[in-house]
């Protein structure tokens, strides 16, 4: 008489109406966390150095905002009693104000003006034509000039007597007589505003670039074949390709814009009456013409705080862009 063996289940089979273990298995995990440790003690030197390098200017800062008086040489720092005062006379300053809204309206009529610019020109750029190997390092030339070499440029070019923007404007019609643009509060600010979207705007054209360069050509052939106007294709094969790095191109220059000093001080200096005076030439100012570093520094703070503040804002948008 014969038996039949009967199949034995394995103990990690899994039964039937069961649902399989889901997740790694603890050893995976466990050597998920070795690589992770060797990773961070690997990266923790490089860390460690980045990390001071920041710090520590930070807490210079920091204290200096918070020493009283005036403080013009810098190695006796710890002299000057510790206060609020200056944080006190910054927040209550009702010019605080102004030089804020001076510094929005400067990254504004920047920001908006060089990425218009850079959009078009990287969607040009990215057609094929006769040149195109020469043209596109000279669109990128300004990015490559410093500031102060730009701004004295512009200051010929803006000269009320023999500047070459007055020329133009008489020669067609547009004005009669000359315009003071660096002298008349009305166009000061635009006046400074036109170098540095001078200077800003190759940065949107190389971000941009690289970006319609990975759009595969055969896109816009099937637009084209589907009988897209040009419009179309750029708001569905264009625009869909840029829009993520043109959000993190728009926050790293409206931040770096909303900062800056090159053009306006060497074009008017913050002047006339004050036109130009954005927060950044309010700190200049603060600390060596009136020796207020504690002032200045408190002024920092609260820049830092408000670029911070339109980071985070920003972010939102950023991070929904990259997922």
């Known amino acids: 008489m014969t ?20 997740g790694p298995s603890p050893a995976l995990r466990r050597e998920h966390r070795r690589r992770s ?13 980045v990390g001071l390098l920041m710090a520590y200017p930070l807490y210079v800062a920091i204290d200096l905002s918070l020493r009283g008086g005036q403080i013009s040489d810098l190695l006796n720092l710890e002299r000057n009693p510790l ?3 200056n944080y006190g006379d ?7 104000v102004n030089d804020i809204v001076r510094s929005m309206v400067y990254t504004l009529g920047v920001v908006v003006p060089a990425f218009a610019i850079g959009l078009g020109l990287a969607v040009l750029l990215n057609k094929a034509f006769p040149g195109r190997r020469i043209i596109r390092p000279l669109v990128l030339l300004p990015w490559a000039v410093p500031g102060v070499v730009v701004s004295a440029a512009f200051s010929w070019m803006l000269d009320a007597s023999y500047g070459v923007v007055n020329s133009l404007l008489r020669s067609t019609g547009i004005i009669d007589g000359n315009v003071a643009w660096l002298a008349d509060p009305d166009t000061a600010m635009v006046a ?3 170098p540095t979207i001078w200077k800003y ?22 637009a084209r074949v589907d009988g897209a106007s040009p419009l179309r294709q750029f708001a569905h094969v264009t625009w869909p390709a840029v829009r993520t790095a043109s959000s993190l ?3 790293i220059t409206g931040i770096g814009v909303f900062r800056e000093f090159d053009f306006i001080f060497p074009l008017t200096g913050g002047g006339p009456n004050d036109a130009t005076q954005t927060l950044a030439i309010r ?11 504690g002032t200045a520094a408190a002024l920092g703070i609260v820049t830092m705080a408000i670029c911070g503040a339109l980071l985070m804002a920003a972010g939102r948008s950023v991070r929904r862009e990259f997922g």
Not at 38 to 48: G, I, K, R
Not at 283 to 293: L, S
Request: aromatic share 14%.
């Open 83 to 85: 206060t609020f005062d």
């Open 249 to 251: 191109a728009i926050v």
């Open 201 to 222: 705007y190759p940065f949107f054209v190389l971000v941009l670039l690289a970006q319609l360069q990975s759009v595969p050509g055969e896109l816009y052939e099937a």
């Open 37 to 49: 440790v060797f990773a961070y003690l690997t990266l923790s030197p490089t860390l460690a150095v």
């Open 90 to 96: 910054v927040l209550t300053d009702p010019g605080l």
């Open 192 to 194: 400074v505003i036109l």
């Open 3 to 22: 038996t039949t063996s009967q199949p034995t289940l394995r103990k990690d089979a899994a039964e039937p109406g069961t649902r399989p273990p889901s």
């Open 283 to 293: 700190i200049y100012n603060e600390a060596f013409q009136f020796f207020e570093m």
